[in-house]
């Protein structure tokens, strides 16, 4: 079993920053692609940003040139540093990741965190 626990969500001034982290735990044999999405109140979640092992990279196209996703293998953990917030940048913001469990028969598994609260506000 795979868990994916977030944190760094809260509240931010337009036009300011916030960063987030996800970290995977459990049997994982292999991450392949970890992601941020969105939800905001009263719409469909919403790919924000994804990055695979080899470090491709992929946008929302209302996202780019302001928020970047990384990540760190060693420690199966993904980030999004989010800047020049919008008022529509507020939403839950949830990590995937999706990969590989060890054990005797490899089986792929697709896991969500438990989201985290972003608001933009003055």
């Known amino acids: 079993q795979v868990q994916l626990v977030e944190s760094g969500g809260g509240l931010v001034q337009p036009g300011g920053p916030l960063s987030l982290s996800c970290i995977a735990s459990?049997?994982?044999?292999?991450?392949?692609?970890m992601a941020w999405y969105r939800q905001p109140p009263g719409k469909q979640r919403e790919l924000v940003a994804s990055?695979?092992?080899?470090?491709?990279?992929n946008y929302a196209d209302s996202v780019k040139g302001r928020f970047t996703i990384s990540r760190d293998n060693a420690m199966n953990t993904v980030y999004l540093q989010m800047n020049s917030l919008k008022f529509e940048d507020s939403a839950v913001y949830y990590c995937n990741a999706g990969g590989v469990v060890s054990g005797s028969v490899p089986r792929r598994f697709d896991t969500w965190g438990q989201g985290t609260q972003v608001t933009v506000s003055s």
């Open positions: 990055i695979t092992n080899d470090g491709t990279i």
């Open positions: 459990g049997s994982i044999a292999r991450l392949d692609v």
